[in-house]
């Protein structure tokens, strides 16, 4: 296999590109249903939607139901007295008595004036101008969330990377590599809470939490009976703190690079004993429920055969947190791994697609466009450059 040199200026000239280009799509993506909201009202139950008016009704309904081109509309109809507006996402349309979680509540409400809208927690407090039932205690309402030790907890703080290639999860590409031809990359792996002290609001997260993480890293050679070429395996611990938006993570992995049995016999290869045992600290910060950006830095305290300490990863996703319908939402992701042992140079990843989820901040399911530039996702060729381009599938918890 030959061997190319992949300098950090060759790397960073296709940064601009992508980036455009992820931009474009996000806004192009972003134009359809996924940034309509529908105004709904409550009854006393604040989780809890009501009937939508019926327009060919001989009676207007008190209860209103506007759609809005985003969550800040500058005007809605008049709340009825002891109704509660939201705004909730288009693809989760409620029917009366579903269980609703709203991504907005209106901070303040008046017809025909400015509606401003902040991000929703568990318990909101009513707006001002609507009057409350009497049985809300507001008190309560305006503090936050309970902590509290919760074993096997239900979501992350800090979730997998979108388009990080080493990241546990289930998923799977087929790409076409120009030196390799056709070849089947697959990541059989997950990463899930095992305790929290904090709250239990995945809309709002604070507290901390730990997780467990491992996977095997993949490559079958579609053009040789999908012989085994290679597999990394990985396992870690990583400690994660949410504060709202805010995420961080401290996380110790392993991990070690193995060649394929039939690959070996089939060319006469050597393994190389390529491992990593890294600390890592990493950044998140969901600057709106649906875009992350994040940037880590991790350093090995012991490798061998050709690995160095230092890495660093960044990225910024598109990732609309709503449940969804048959056709799912668009998601965008992009993401730059920069290592020492290939002179920070590394690799670019370019995702685009469609993702669907049954709820805002549950699993993720992903089938899209696959597009990488750089060194090899395995570490067995891990100085040898690849460029791929191919399709697919992505399960995140």
């Not at 909730?88 to 349309?93: E, N």
């Not at 993949?218 to 990394?232: I, K, P, S, Y």
């Not at 995420?247 to 690959?263: N, T």
């Not at 910060?285 to 660093?312: C, M, N, Q, S």
């Amino acid at each position: 296999m030959k061997r190319r040199r992949y300098l950090p200026n060759k790397l960073l000239r296709h940064v601009s590109t992508i980036v455009s280009a992820l931009m474009i799509l996000a806004a192009c993506g972003g134009s359809g249903a996924t940034v309509k909201a529908q105004v709904v009202y409550f009854d006393e139950d604040p989780s809890r939607a009501v009937d939508p008016p019926n327009p060919s009704g001989p009676e207007h309904s008190p209860y209103q139901s506007n759609w809005v081109d985003s969550a800040a509309a500058t005007a809605f109809a008049p709340a009825p007295t002891g109704g509660m507006p939201a705004v909730v996402d288009l693809a989760a349309r409620p029917r009366a008595g579903d269980p609703l979680s709203p991504l907005f509540h209106s901070a303040s409400y008046a017809g025909g004036e400015s509606a401003q809208v902040r991000p929703a927690s568990a318990e909101q407090p009513w707006p001002e101008s609507v009057d409350a039932p009497p049985d809300y205690d507001h008190a309560r309402a305006m503090q936050e969330a309970p902590w509290s030790c919760q074993l096997m907890p239900d979501g992350l703080f800090y979730r997998s990377y979108l388009a990080g290639v080493k990241e546990p999860r289930l998923g799977a590409q087929v790409v076409h590599e120009k030196n390799l031809g056709m070849q089947f990359d697959s990541t059989l792996g997950s990463r899930v809470g095992l305790i929290r002290f904090g709250n239990t609001d995945m809309s709002d997260p604070h507290g901390w939490q730990l997780d467990v993480e491992g996977a095997a890293l993949l490559r079958q050679d579609f053009e040789n009976e999908l012989d085994v070429v290679a597999t990394d395996f990985r396992v870690g611990v990583p400690l994660t703190y949410a504060d709202g938006p805010y995420r961080m993570k401290l996380s110790y992995y392993h991990l070690s690079s193995h060649l394929g049995d039939e690959y070996m016999v089939r060319t006469g290869a050597a393994r190389i004993n390529f491992s990593r045992d890294v600390i890592v600290w990493g950044h998140a910060l969901y600057v709106t429920p649906d875009w992350r950006i994040y940037f880590e830095a991790g350093y090995a305290f012991a490798y061998d055969d050709g690995a160095k300490p230092w890495e660093f990863q960044f990225g910024i996703e598109y990732s609309p947190a709503c449940r969804t319908d048959f056709w799912g939402v668009p998601f965008v992701a992009f993401n730059a791994h920069l290592r020492e042992e290939v002179d920070f140079g590394g690799n670019l990843v370019f995702e685009i697609g469609r993702q669907w989820r049954r709820d805002p901040y549950g699993a993720t399911t992903r089938f899209g466009l696959f597009y990488y530039n750089g060194k090899s996702p395995q570490f067995e060729f891990f100085d040898d450059y690849e460029h791929q381009i191919g399709i697919g599938l992505w399960y995140d918890v």
